[in-house]
């Protein structure tokens, strides 16, 4: 069982950047594909990054603004976003999947609660 605790979001400015981070508990943490995805308000949950050991992946919404990295030893996956806009504003979630990494949430195997990011224009 992993239980997965994200920090991190809140209200910023159009512009801005801002990092989040899902803490993980339970053990073997660095054999789990690491994600990210998003719900936005009347809109689908949507893939945002993984990173799975060294490798990463992004959607193409985010792609060259965010980076997703993981600290194994804090158990703790991060997502780093710049030049935010109002189309970020969503509900961030953290999901856990064991193997390589997927685009459905559908596929994850565990999920945090989420972190709210509102970005004002």
């Known amino acids: 069982q992993v239980q997965l605790v994200e920090s991190g979001g809140g209200l910023v400015q159009a512009g801005d950047s801002l990092r989040l981070s899902c803490e993980a508990s339970?053990?073997?943490?660095?054999?789990?594909?690491m994600h990210w995805f998003r719900q936005a308000p009347g809109k689908e949950r949507e893939f945002v990054a993984a990173?799975?050991?060294?490798?990463?992946y992004y959607a193409d919404s985010v792609k060259g603004r965010s980076t997703i990295s993981r600290d194994n030893a804090k158990n703790t996956v991060y997502l780093q976003m710049s030049s935010l806009n109002s189309e970020d504003t969503a509900v961030y979630y953290c999901?856990?999947?064991?193997?390589?990494?997927?685009?459905?949430?559908?596929?994850?195997?565990?999920w945090g609660k989420g972190t709210l990011v509102t970005v004002s224009s």
């Open positions: 990173i799975l050991w060294r490798s990463t």
């Open positions: 999901a856990a999947k064991v193997g390589t990494y997927a685009t459905r949430d559908d596929a994850m195997n565990y």
């Open positions: 339970g053990r073997s943490f660095s054999i789990y594909a």
